[in-house]
């Protein structure tokens, strides 16, 4: 039982260490804490980038959404959100943004956010969190049947992932039944003949 609540505590945010540090020694904030006992697995703290605990505790302290956040910086919420997650990468510009935004110092922040993401180092594989296995269980069911529809309608090739972007919207049908509507826009290349 003692190992059991060892895990699931809290650790202390560490000082403050230059960014080289930061970046091999993740940081753990409360509301990544809160989130791993809320359901999302307590190791997905250790693999956050070092400007989520920031940008979270601000997220949170102000009660904002991903969505009220995207309207002030003029960007889409998913692309915020994978901000947040450092997945996506930020201009100067947008960070400096980000700081007023959130009321976090622009210097940290700026130095938080430099460099390029690690794209797909979060999650695990196959996804253990319901909503993203979900996701994924789509991509099992219906991976193939997309591939044939695309190379039906494109010819041989791949949907971009790079010169992509998506957006999440909300449908109520006349019963007051919600739906999620997800939409994955990618540019069409085509495989080289060589």
Not at 34 to 45: I, Y
Not at 92 to 106: C, F, N, P, T, W
Request: no cysteine; glycine share 6%.
């Amino acid at each position: 039982m003692a190992s059991i609540l060892l895990r699931t505590v809290p650790r202390a945010l560490p000082k403050l260490t230059p960014l080289h540090q930061q970046r091999l020694t993740p940081l753990v904030s409360l509301h990544i804490a809160r989130m791993a006992t809320n359901g999302t697995r307590s190791t997905l703290r250790d693999r956050l980038p070092v400007q989520a605990p920031t940008l979270f505790e601000a997220k949170a302290a102000k009660n904002l959404t991903f969505e009220d956040i995207a309207k002030q910086l003029g960007r889409n919420e998913v692309a915020v959100a994978a901000i947040f997650y450092g997945q996506a990468q930020t201009t100067s510009e947008d960070a400096e943004r980000l700081a007023e935004i959130l009321g976090v110092d622009k210097n940290k922040l700026g130095l938080q956010l430099a460099g390029y993401p690690f794209r797909g180092q979060v999650m695990d594989m196959p996804p253990k969190e319901p909503l993203i296995y979900r996701l994924y269980e789509i991509v099992q069911n219906y991976g193939y049947a997309y591939k044939a529809v695309l190379n039906e309608k494109f010819g041989d090739g791949i949907m971009s992932a790079i010169s992509f972007s998506t957006k999440v919207e909300k449908e109520t049908d006349k019963d007051g039944n919600n739906w999620a509507v997800i939409t994955l826009r990618g540019k069409w290349l085509p495989f080289s003949r060589f």
